[in-house]
């Protein structure tokens, strides 16, 4: 059986999966979120 039809068929493999790329997805936002802002508040403080 495909890796694929696995995973669209079992649905505890394509929630966790899921789930886990909505928070990697949500982590790398905020790092670069707060890295701009860091960056710019660098620029206005000198």
């Given at each position: 059986?495909?890796?694929?039809?696995?995973?669209?068929?079992?649905?505890v493999?394509?929630?966790?999966?899921?789930?886990?790329?909505?928070?990697?997805?949500?982590?790398?936002?905020?790092a670069?979120?707060?890295?701009?802002?860091?960056?710019?508040?660098?620029?206005?403080?000198?």
């Open positions: 059986m495909s890796l694929w039809q696995e995973f669209f068929r079992e649905p493999i394509f929630f966790s999966f899921t789930g886990l790329a909505i928070v990697v997805g949500m982590c790398i936002f905020y670069v979120y707060f890295y701009v802002k860091m960056a710019k508040a660098e620029q206005e403080n000198g």
